[in-house]
């Protein structure tokens, strides 16, 4: 526990999490580089006026475009703009301001059209869009990249509505980093030609009942380019994805609920640490030349078979099978060190691929470097010195009950993944570890686990420690059950400007702590809060901690509650 002594504690920092978009505007304002123009847009706007000052705000998007060129922001405030824009704009930045701290109007950021894209990126640089909710009604595409040279890049954004494909990409890159895509009834992603690269992002179908491979799909990637996705969940498809060329790449994913899980057809496909469990028919279908190559991942409850090759091949090490009525119906893959058992999901009819104890997916002998990155949670590969086959790291740590209070000024402390503690320079308190960049695999995570009461609002409190110089592009966050709920920049070799509106509470150099406090509410009875960050130096220049940690029910206030990502979320 830090001793403050006389200090008092302002809130400082107060983020209660709401809508369907969580990001911070300081994570917004810190990631980027002075641009060359700042627009506002706000229901209460004048197109008639400049748009370069929250008293001159324009009143549409669609204006704000009109005048932006290469290298402009525009700030969006709460409300729902009926709109569709087109922009051929070498780099162009659409950001919600669900706070309101750049346009005044805090709430919801939504974008809608019946009749045409929401946006259309046709230039050849980047079109990024934050912390926006896109809603396409009356078919059509949602969201349009047609430029081999363009990228869309999306974060925090949710696509939904009643429309035939959620982006429709002829060339070009497209980037999303947790967000959240439904309503489509052809195709989630459609990748003509030119890459994909998705993190933490999750793709829900309407319904696995067509019969027609051509729709229903979440992601269908073709042309000769690479597809990646990472820590994804794809649920509810006709087929989780299809590929027809080039390179797809599954790591650290779930596709559950669909009627097939994927379709290859000639093309090279990696499936690493994923879990394939609940699909109708098959996990894996192979129609073409080339491999499906599966390794330490979990193919379970399939309705038909595990797989089904029809022409090509599907081979592997390290592959956990349980409950499939067969390994193939056509075809027969063959699995270095198959193992046939159990992996004792914690609640598979909720989605809840978690293992537990005695899983046969724990510790299969298996080199890290088929692991890529941290797990579904977050939570470091080789927990227990060997990697668990699947989307989740099997780590033992028992949930504790709530309220739950932690100051780490004793040897143990139950409930966290990391047990190692740190005393602060000045030595007045403890706090839980020193994280950071370290000098090999990914950046340091630490996990609480608590008990939790699906559909109760909860309040986490914490001290946030920043140790070290930070540069402007590094961001601290907060993850519930893998999915980020609060995220901030930290920026600054002196505590005289933090990003953090506010001085922190305490000082010494370059180092700094915070106060934080966020609502959340979760949708399972054990719950996974996790904390990481981005920063790129070794822990020597940048590193972090966390301290007085408390996570309870509120009181006395009303509480905006962090959306619901809906019952079939997975832990």
């Not at 504690?9 to 300081?26: C, D, K, Q």
């Not at 009627?259 to 894996?284: E, K, P, Q």
């Not at 090509?312 to 592959?319: H, R």
Request: charged content about 15%; overall charge neutral; glycine content about 12%.
């Amino acid at each position: 526990m830090f001793n403050r002594q006389p200090i008092q504690r302002p809130n400082l920092l107060r983020a209660h999490v709401a809508g369907v978009l969580m990001a911070t505007s300081a994570l917004l304002a810190a990631t980027h580089p002075a641009p060359a123009e700042t627009y506002y847009v706000r229901p209460s706007g004048d197109d008639s006026k400049d748009g370069k000052s929250l008293a001159h705000a324009f009143r549409t998007v669609t204006k704000a475009n009109s005048v932006a060129v290469s290298g402009d922001r525009i700030y969006i405030g709460a409300g729902t703009y009926n709109e569709s824009v087109t922009t051929a704009v070498a780099a162009i930045m659409f950001i919600g301001d669900p706070t309101g701290q750049f346009t005044g109007s805090a709430g919801e950021v939504k974008m809608t059209s019946s009749t045409a894209p929401v946006i259309s990126h046709l230039g050849g640089g980047t079109c990024e869009v934050r912390s926006i909710h896109i809603e396409r009604t009356g078919g059509g595409s949602a969201l349009v990249l047609n430029n081999s040279a363009g990228e869309l890049r999306l974060t925090f954004v949710r696509i939904s509505g009643s429309f035939a494909t959620g982006i429709d990409k002829t060339a070009g890159l497209v980037r999303m980093f947790d967000c959240d895509l439904s309503g489509f009834s052809d195709m989630g992603v459609r990748s003509a030609a030119g890459s994909l690269s998705f993190q933490r992002t999750r793709i829900v179908g309407s319904s696995p009942a067509s019969t027609d491979d051509t729709l229903g799909i979440g992601v269908r990637h073709g042309g000769s380019s690479t597809a990646t996705l990472n820590c994804c969940i794809i649920e509810d498809c006709h087929l989780a994805a299809r590929q027809d060329g080039g390179t797809f790449n599954f790591n650290n994913c779930i596709l559950t609920g669909n009627r097939d899980g994927f379709l290859a057809g000639s093309c090279t496909t990696n499936v690493r640490n994923t879990t394939i469990a609940g699909n109708a028919r098959y996990g894996l279908r192979k129609n073409g030349a080339g491999t499906i190559q599966v390794v330490s991942s979990i193919i379970a409850s399939s309705g038909t078979a595990a797989c089904r090759i029809q022409s090509g091949s599907i081979s592997g090490n390290v592959v956990v099978l349980h409950d499939n009525p067969a390994v193939s119906d056509q075809g027969c893959p063959s699995f270095t060190n198959q193992i046939n058992g159990d992996p004792k999901f914690v609640n598979p009819a909720a989605r809840n691929f978690r293992l537990q104890a005695g899983s046969a997916a724990i510790d299969p002998a298996l080199t890290p470097q088929y692991c890529p990155g941290d797990d579904f949670l977050g939570i470091v590969r080789s927990f227990h010195g060997t990697n668990d086959a699947g989307a989740f790291e099997y780590t033992g740590v028992p949930a504790q009950p709530t309220p739950y209070t932690c100051d780490f000024e004793q040897s143990t402390n139950p409930g966290w993944t990391r047990q190692g503690r740190t005393s602060v320079p000045d030595g007045q308190s403890m706090v839980s570890g020193q994280f950071g960049k370290p000098a090999s695999g990914p950046n340091d995570t630490q996990t609480l686990f608590i008990q939790t009461v699906p559909g109760k609002t909860y309040r986490l409190t914490f001290d946030l420690f920043k140790f070290g110089a930070w540069s402007d592009n590094q961001t601290v966050g907060v993850r519930l059950d893998g999915r980020m709920i609060w995220t901030y920049a930290l920026t600054g070799s002196t505590s005289s400007t933090p990003v953090i509106p506010q001085a922190p509470t305490w000082t010494s150099g370059s180092d700094q702590a915070w106060p934080v406090s966020i609502d959340f509410v979760p949708t399972d009875s054990v719950s996974a809060i996790t904390f990481d960050s981005t920063v790129s130096s070794g822990m020597s220049v940048q590193s972090w901690g966390i301290d007085d940690v408390n996570v309870k029910e509120p009181s006395g206030i009303r509480i905006v509650k962090w959306r619901e990502l809906g019952s079939n979320v997975v832990q």
